[in-house]
């Protein structure tokens, strides 16, 4: 069974992996390594990558922190009674948000975490568990990206347990969902998150599957980078760039369920909030002219698209 | 004893007032307007100006909307016990930010709101309450301009109630405070809510005050807009006002009770984030240089600064 040692120190490597590949596709960024310790345990290495040739601006965050479980952790997880003393809790994970500069190239988002609440007494046996998730953020939907991203996905998935694709997709489609846009925030991809040991998918088995999210990221998206990055766009495009950076920006702060907990239980701002773009604009009410790639873009924004069936079944291609 | 209509009335000529006098004092942009209804009850009218000669954004917005209170709102008021029927509500008010070209001209918040919840039975009397407050964001502090606009607040308090403007003020400091950069959203300003009726001060009383606050709102910034809209900036300071307005974006966003009760309840999306500036940026860990006027102006983003005070004693001037 994993400890948290191992899982810590995966991930670390992972950060080192994912950063080396990341600024060998840019071809120009180098990421900057910040390290910081959290008052109460703990701490993290943020790692920053700002114009890039292909990245404006990206972060690849690292962190390990212990203590005290905060009080707003034993609420949201009933963990005790009142006037109980509060568990210790250890979390470690790696949080990604890379925004590029051509607007035909994705914005994306990987996490991968492991939470656990350390045993009270002897009599108690803690609990544990992991998350993280993977989705795709396209200023413009291009149906055939969507579809590869997916298929890459679901490869994943299918390699650990049949129904992880079809329910870590719905999950994602819930998840990162702008609520009062009544829009998904881009084309999904997977979430999921309280794993924990269940019959087969012991402890060993949920971290093989989340190494395998956290070890397939970097080729997703570098494929994309390497693909897209020499499309050409001119300054409509980048017009809706920075709308479409907006939008990210309300969902991380009105949504975003980590981003918000952070924030409240003084998380360390700067780390969490790398997540946001080098600029957002927000235009009044703005509406794409009809029959755009902007509009079709919105069309696409919605919960629940089967995105491997959609293509499939309109080419007759590969399913 | 004002009625609800006779405020909503008032409300919504003070929005086309302000209006009016904004565009005379910009000189070139013109509000457009934007009615709307609530399917639930009620609606508001929109006023936006995009691209003026100071202003580069801005909203003017009126609505009054009743209907069944909103469950978030019986909750957050405590208004009923469960299972009982909720009531009805009705709500009014003006509400304005102000994002200028030039970032020696502050951005500037105001609104004035008026709230009732109506009886459930005759025995019951329901109850209502008025709200409100003005806050100016300087993207570099200038102490005389925040000594001039707290001299403004206070006069119009002071005019009502000899304690409102040091409990208001204190209100604002708590109130527009951006807890993650434990940074204030600016030189903050008055802030006031559940403005009931307390022995002389009758309803009529509390709404000759909120008619005060919202009548000097257009002379208090047209001042600044006229003074500051000709200062020179170069790239530097349009770079860090971006920055700033990031932080205004985070304030309002994750922070501000309204914006976040709104976009939860189902409210009119693009009403309540016209508070959104045109364009703002993101920097990883941001530090301006040491003795720079971007570094002074985060030493003067700090709750408790006596802003009459700090000037008179330095310069011995006027009171």
Redesign the interface.
Known sequence: MPTREAIRYWFKDLQNQICAKLEQADGGGKFIS?AWERPGGGGGV?R?L?GGNVIE?G?VNFSAVWGKTPEATVKLLKLSSAGAVAPDFFATGVSIVLHPHNPMVPIIHMNVRYFEILPLSKNDKGTWWFGGGIDLTPHYVDEGDARYFHQQLKKVCDAHHPSYYKQFKEWADDYFFI???NETRGVGGIFFDYLKAEGALTKDARFEFVKSVGSAFADIYTYFMKKNHTLPFDERHKQWQ?LRR?RY??FN??WDRGT?FG?ET?GR??S???S??????????HRPAAGSEEEKTITLLTKGIDWLGKIDARSGADA
Chains 1, 2 share one sequence.
């Open positions: 910040d943020s920053v700002a601006k972060g609520r009062h846009r920075y907006g920006v309300e702060l009105v918000k924030l003084d701002t700067e969490i909030l790398m946001l773009p080098p600029q957002a604009n927000w235009e009044y009410n």
